[in-house]
């Protein structure tokens, strides 16, 4: 588990939007670095913004820790098409020629 690094310019909840537009909500800094992997952070896996929707700059540390810091850059808009991106991907269209009959879910194939 990480060590994480307060800091006091945030506003929670915290919002995580990983590359595959996976969103994670958490409510403290310490719940965000115990479930994210100092690797991903490394790699720049994750976009991060607080609640009022200023980002947040994540950065892994040489000894494994995983450290927040606000850039104070409010970025409403950019939280916005992430999360857009999010709900659009969640909620697609339902469409027969693609989608399975819902009798067949409980059907041994």
Not at 28 to 34: D, F
Request: hydrophobic residues 40%; aromatic residues 8%; proline residues 5%.
């Amino acid at each position: 588990m990480s060590t994480a690094y307060e800091v006091s310019a945030v506003d929670l909840p915290l919002v995580a939007i990983d590359r595959n537009n996976w969103v994670g909500v958490f409510d403290s800094v310490a719940e965000l670095t115990g479930y994210i992997e100092w690797v991903d952070v490394l790699d720049g896996e994750y976009q991060l913004w607080d609640a009022a929707g200023r980002r947040l700059q994540l950065r892994a540390t040489d000894d494994g820790r995983i450290e927040v810091a606000s850039t104070c850059d409010v970025e409403h808009e950019a939280l916005r098409k992430r999360l857009t991106e999010y709900i659009s991907a969640a909620t697609a269209p339902l469409s027969p020629a693609t989608d399975q009959d819902p009798r067949d879910l409980s059907s041994p194939t």
